[in-house]
């Protein structure tokens, strides 16, 4: 059986579900980097605070690393919810 096949006999219930887990794990690791970013944010400033610069450069580079993963993550949320929302308004008892 051809991959191109296999795809197409995917229903739309079964993707729906498959789509509704990512959502899961997106809302997770939105989560779990913004818990993230406080706790970079916070050690870096303690860190710049008692002029270790070794370890306020490392905490930096973790604000930065957690501000992708919450941009990105909160990016998927966003477009998912108004692709939704959408076709909710298009056909509203479906």
């Known amino acids: 059986m051809e991959p191109v096949e ?3 006999q995917i229903d739309k ?4 579900k498959w789509l ?3 959502d899961l794990v997106m809302i997770a690791i939105f989560i779990f980097a913004l818990v ?5 944010t916070y050690f870096s400033g303690y860190y710049l605070a008692l002029m270790e610069q070794d370890m306020h450069d ?3 580079w973790g604000v930065v690393r957690d501000a992708v993963f ?3 993550s909160g990016a998927y949320i966003f477009v998912r919810f108004f692709v939704n929302l959408f076709a909710a308004m298009r056909n509203p008892w479906a």
């Open 13 to 16: 219930k079964r993707w729906k």
């Open 70 to 72: 919450a941009a990105f």
């Open 58 to 60: 490392f905490h930096l």
């Open 20 to 22: 509704f887990y990512l």
């Open 6 to 8: 296999y795809f197409r």
């Open 36 to 40: 993230m970013l406080v706790r970079d």
